[in-house]
């Protein structure tokens, strides 16, 4: 049944949007142009030549003139409303263009049959009223008969009668049509626009948007009627509600006054709601029909009584800390204890939906609080971490109680339910956890092969500043629609208190909300007055359902206020003297919401005593057993358990370096996929064809290069039911087109092939991801997806080394700090490409020495070489630093990191020009079975034979070995001149240096770089060597002088300087006469 109504609507629609109405399915643009034209136009128009629906559009015929004339005003409407109307609607319907410019189809909820065309639609039911009066709804049959009697038409005739029809009429019809336009467009302005004048802050002193602005199309008094050409007489008029509302319930018209009072009460009193801008217009139904729907938020006198016990748990824990621990920061939750029984709402509606683990992140903001009442952590290990007599059980300096994660699996009450719960360890660094969390999500996922997210979800809650203030939120929503990043929908919660430590939000952020940054993955924006619990609870439930039935990420923006200052010791009015002022008067909402329910009887007072007295003593009773512990465990506090990895002690099982080795036919088998195309009717790029039959050759002459070792690490731990995934910047092909893990079929669009993925039938599987233009948020992401499992190699390589510093925060807060704060081991794989290659200042190091400064091996101490020296070192230090020289050092690392019995993070300084040396190839003799890695490769040459007459040793890493072997053969001095690798820098290898140095007593000890002196390895081995010599043997400098940038931006310069190091490399007398 056709709708004159929404007809109405729609042409209006599509004139405000520039043609873009939500069911269009043609370019709106020349919609606009064709259709007017054929309406209205002299010749009838149609659409220009050449467009596709030429051919197909039936022959135009015309409605009688009287119709004409209604159509033409429809389309003057916007110019009528005025400047401000378009301004006000033009940002949205912008939005809206753009997006139905590239919709291949009408949406869902509005059957093409019904809603065909949009500026067309009175004319097709015009049409179908002329064939069939039954067949339109009947207010567009009288529309029709009355238009008809008036026109006197007959769209049968070809000439239309000259005569107008009467004025009065036409006007009285016309008048209709704009009044039913006008109801219209008010209530697409209050769901556009009704959160500007929600009533969100507790406190009534600031808005929410931070603009006191009324936007001239609400009803916020009798006189803006006029905006919309109404007047009060017409409240109390019926109109046809249009399906793009749910207000009416059951009824399809509505009085102007109910229509008005519907509006203010779903979108302008607790809840702001902000969703128009989402393209999906069943999204946006789903929304509506969730809030409007007359009598949604009603609740059970039984939910009603939760709430008020989560509100009694919420607020009374902070209270008891308050009174155990007057003077101890704790970032209490109050002003915002709703916050409690908000996430226990998304946890409970997501369990019902069928969701078995969920993984949060959040800041210091009430988190002892989320620790104790929705992770249900026991009290007592969380008042032992206020005893400052106790003593740490566990290796690691500890972190402070507010930063430590936990991990939980328990029942939930409401559903009856397994779930796990799981809240991830982060530092101070607000937002840094954000994208670590969605990577541990990702990774949940994956190993459950739970690729919807149907039973796994993420749950972030941010404070207002840090949300706005902080780029790694942007970093991180941009993952969330990305294939291989996705979580299928996060519910992020903000608490929005308002302030960020001193500060007031009109100096903290440009965007009306804290929450903006959601937008732009077209994230629906709950905003609530938190100080309205059943608002708060209904929100949060909409929240979680719309991610579980739409797999995106929401945001719940609950507007509170800090009823302490930042923490417990602060003097807020210090700052805030007027906020804090109204503050002090605050009803807290606990006592409000009680008093409601006592009022409305759902509760009595003494139940309510009852409750917080149960409470109280609750707490009373933990405090009272944490008082008899003496020992502070932080492996309690551990978010990810890796069951069956350690022993029950939380120890490694052994404490060996296993042989890294492979079999050789394992490493034929690798060679021979990786220069294949393992599925049939693919077509590579000629290129890649060379590129595959140089990695056949080298299977069948036994050696491999970089990219080739990288396979073989690769694949043997695939087959070994390890998962590898890598993840970076173009690291498919990788950033030097060496890698090439992804085959492109050059002839079929998006059809692509992954070899290392038809290695075996039963290995593990391979990802490889070319991942956004971030670091910060991405490397965060594989660390978190590190932490879900040990048995995996999860690898994130830079484009080039330099870039990691844009993921500091991520390197010094997470990766070389983590173990030691949270007792929780990581195993990520840096690759960091690096080395001077006279490419200029960026692109060249990856700043060796900021890795190193922070690796904790004792520069000073005398090491005791037990036998198992190798792997204590390894199983002591907070991660491992190596610099390989040649592919199967590469390939033996890799393969050591999943085999040791212990995880620790691992930084490779990754070459390029040693991607395509013609001298860094290795053999498969020193891949086999019973190779390993070597944290040293001696010197295996000529000044071997007689070590004693060996002149200098030099010792060195990474690619310069190569420049210095070259000139070293060009100056004939192999006899004199002894070079040793280091492999591994960190942890320092002691022992093998002491070996190597004592292997030539005479030779004078050289360190040889090619970085700056400052920078490099120069300030981390220098001092080392010191210890390991005694003192007695100076270790010499050789390498690039001092310098503010890493590599200089002039070639030759590069070239010079490298010429110059090297003379003083092979110059024996150098350092004669020096002392050290
Ligand atoms: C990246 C970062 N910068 C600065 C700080 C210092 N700091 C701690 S809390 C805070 C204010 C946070 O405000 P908000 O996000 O609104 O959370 P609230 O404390 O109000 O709950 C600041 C600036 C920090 N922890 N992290
Ligand atoms: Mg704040």
Known sequence: MFDPVNAVFCVRESLVNGGASDFSVRSPARRLQTDQAAFCGPGGGGFPSGFPEERTFPPLRRPPPSLCLIMSQLRLLPSRLGAQASRLLAPHDVHMFNWRSRSSG???????????????????????????????????DSFFRKASEEGACDPAQPRFPESRPAVSSRTETSKLVEDHLAVQSLIRAYQIRGHHVAQLDPLGILDADLDSFVPSDLITT??????????????????????TTFIGGSEHTLSLREIIRRLESTYCQHIGLEFMFINDVEQCQWIRQKFETPGVMQFSSEEKRTLLARLVRSMRFEDFLARKWSSEKRFGLEGCEVMIPALKTIIDKSSEMGIENVILGMPHRGRLNVLANVIRKDLEQIFCQFDPKLEAADEGSGDVKYHLGMYHERIN????????????????????????????TKAEQFYRGDAQGKKVMSVLVHGDAAFAGQGVVYETFHLSDLPSYTTNGTVHVVVNNQIGFTTDPRMARSSPYPTDVARVVN?????????DPEAVIYVCSVAAEWRNTFNKDVVVDLVCYRRRGHNEMDEPMFTQPLMYKQIHRQVPVLKKYADKLIAEGTVTLQEFEEEIAKYDRICEEAYGRSKDKKILHIKHWLDSPWPGFFNVDGEPKSMTCPATGIPEDVLTHIGEVASSVPVADFKIHTGLSRILRGRADMTKTRTVDWALAEYMAFGSLLKEGIHVRLSGQDVERGTFSHRHHVLHDQEVDRRTCVPMNHLWPDQAPYTVCNSSLSEYGVLGFELGYAMASPNALVLWEAQFGDFHNTAQCIIDQFISTGQAKWVRHNGIVLLLPHGMEGMGPEHSSARPERFLQMSNDDSDAYPVFTEDFEVSQLYDCNWIVVNCSTPASYFHVLRRQVLLPFRKPLIIFTPKSLLRHPEAKSSFDQMVSGTSFQRVIPEDGAATQAPERVRRLIFCTGKVYYDLVKERSSQGLEEQVAITRLEQISPFPFDLIKR????????????????????????????????????????????????????????NTHLVSLKKFLDSAFNLQAFEGKTF
């Open 222 to 243: 009798i006189d803006k009627l006029a905006f919309y050409d109404l007047r009060e007489a017409d409240l109390d008029k019926e109109f046809q509600l249009p399906t």
């Open 413 to 440: 009450r409401v559903t009856n339910r397994n779930i796990t719960l799981s809240l991830v360890a982060n530092p101070s660094h607000l937002e840094a956890v954000d994208p670590v969390v969605q990577g541990k």
């Open 106 to 140: 009408p949406p869902a909820t509005f059957p093409s049959g019904k809603r065909g065309g949009s500026s067309s639609y009175m004319e097709e039911m015009y049409f179908a009223w002329l064939e069939n009066p039954q067949s339109v709804h009947k207010s567009w």
């Open 996 to 1051: 190597e140095a004592e292997k030539y007593p005479g030779a004078e000890l050289v360190w040889c770089q090619e970085e700056h002196k400052n920078m490099g390895y120069y300030d981390y081995i220098s001092p080392r060597f010191m210890t390991i010599l005694g003192r007695a043997r100076p270790i010499w400098y050789v390498g690039r002088d001092p310098a503010a940038a890493p590599a200089t931006g002039n070639r």
């Open 523 to 531: 994230a629906p924006i709950f905003h609530v007055n938190a100080d």
